[in-house]
């Protein structure tokens, strides 16, 4: 075919004005040029496939009770509830459940401290006691709260020793049990990295104080709503016991499972004690890579790693943790609390989400790793 001068002129114009979704320049019926879709999904239809039976057959051999998402580059590839939300009714758990995301609730609490900060109602070397008066230790900032690096004693001690089970308790409460009992620091703030999950109950009433509302409602008004997170909430006893399709946690496994029941330490907020689906957390996660909630400045500074006073790094930012797996950096939190087992697991330079929800007392840990082992293995060559 033989292309004239004004042929090839009207070819260079749609070249460079045509919109990419065109896969092809038509020329007398035949393609020119093919042209790339933009954003196309980088992975194969039969790897994805592929990927979707291993990742199955890997949580069935782990018998996995609980609910589990996969997204990368944008793209849900793999969703799956097994199990039951009950093991005595037989109640099954279905994608939506709610399961109590134990310390997987700390990045919530982080974001909340860095959405005070981003409206200038704080700053993270402020003292704790510039906002908490009856606070008893002056050296404690709120960086050193976020970093676990703040020395703090374990409140849930003082709670199952001093508490009355059935009485309701708040974080207010279980500062003043800290406050009455005189607890010392196991460290002097910031030389050590020591996980302290009264540093981030301490965070919640923080937010609290500044907010002049419920830690609870800030999470619903702030981010749950917005993002329409429609099956998160925070631990509710009255809640959780009267509804029949409540996702339960228990002590183990097998057929003779036990039941948690209720536990004064669930009313504390902050370190743990929120509930959600994988649905909702992916529009969480998204929503932080979006820069929806925060800035880019801000999350940047909640993705680094903290600095000890003796200018080590740690394996902590504002509410997450860092680790490599298959030489892939993976920004992660994980939870275990009372038969609940989570994980939320990022890698953000590939755009890989992976998220797992549990109620049995799995070993998170190991089956998310194994997970990712799949999936590095599969994508490899697609997303390098």
Request: no cysteine; aromatic share 12%; proline share 3%.
């Given at each position: 075919m033989v292309i004239n001068k004004s042929i090839l002129f009207v070819f260079l114009i749609v070249l460079f004005s045509h919109p990419l979704g065109m896969s092809a320049l038509i020329v007398d019926g035949k393609p020119m040029i093919e042209l790339p879709a933009p954003n196309a999904f980088p992975i194969p239809d039969e790897i994805v496939d592929q990927t979707?039976?291993?990742?199955?057959?890997?949580?069935?051999?782990?018998?996995?009770?609980?609910?589990?998402?996969?997204?990368?580059?944008?793209k849900v590839i793999f969703e799956e509830a097994s199990g039951y939300a009950n093991?005595?009714?037989?109640?099954?758990?279905?994608?939506?459940?709610?399961?109590?995301?134990?310390?997987?609730?700390?990045?919530?609490?982080?974001?909340?401290?860095?959405?005070?900060?981003?409206?200038?109602?704080?700053?993270?070397?402020?003292?704790?006691?510039?906002?908490?008066?009856?606070?008893?230790?002056?050296?404690?900032t709120i960086r050193h709260l976020l970093n676990h690096t703040s020395g703090l004693q374990n409140y849930m001690y003082l709670v199952d020793h001093f508490w009355k089970n059935d009485s309701t308790i708040s974080n207010q409460k279980m500062l003043d049990l800290i406050i009455a009992h005189d607890l010392p620091l196991n460290n002097r703030p910031g030389r050590r990295f020591e996980y302290s999950n009264t540093g981030y109950a301490v965070l919640a009433l923080v937010v609290e104080k500044i907010t002049n509302q419920y830690f609870g409602d800030f999470l619903q008004k702030e981010i749950f709503d917005k993002l329409g997170m429609t099956?998160?909430?925070?631990?509710?006893?009255?809640?959780?016991?009267?509804?029949?399709?409540?996702?339960?946690?228990?002590?183990s496994q097998s057929r003779?499972?036990?039941?948690?029941?209720?536990?004064?330490?669930n009313e504390i907020l902050g370190d743990k004690s929120i509930y959600s689906s994988v649905n909702d957390i992916y529009k969480f996660t998204k929503a932080l890579n979006n820069y929806e909630l925060v800035d880019k400045e801000t999350l940047?500074?909640?993705?680094?790693?903290?600095?000890?006073?003796n200018k080590h790094s740690i394996n902590y930012g504002f509410g997450w943790r860092f680790k490599e797996v298959d030489d892939r950096e993976y920004i992660f939190h994980n939870g275990a609390w009372h038969g609940f087992t989570s994980t939320i697991t990022l890698d953000p330079q590939e755009d890989i989400t992976l998220i797992l929800l549990n109620n049995t007392n799995a070993s998170i840990a190991t089956i998310k790793n194994d997970l990712l082992h799949i999936l590095d293995s599969q994508f490899e060559p697609y997303v390098n």
């Open positions: 979707q039976e291993k990742l199955e057959h890997a949580l069935k051999r782990y018998r996995f009770n609980g609910t589990a998402l996969v997204a990368v580059k944008g093991l005595r009714t037989k109640t099954p758990l279905h994608i939506e459940s709610s399961f109590q995301l134990a310390s997987a609730s700390k990045p919530f609490t982080a974001l909340s401290i860095m959405l005070l900060k981003e409206r200038n109602l704080l700053n993270y070397d402020d003292t704790v006691s510039m906002y908490l008066a009856d606070f008893p230790y002056p050296e404690i099956n998160s909430f925070v631990y509710d006893r009255n809640k959780i016991e009267q509804d029949t399709n409540q996702v339960l946690g228990y002590a003779r499972a036990r039941q948690y029941f209720h536990d004064a330490n940047d500074e909640a993705f680094t790693k903290a600095i000890l006073k």
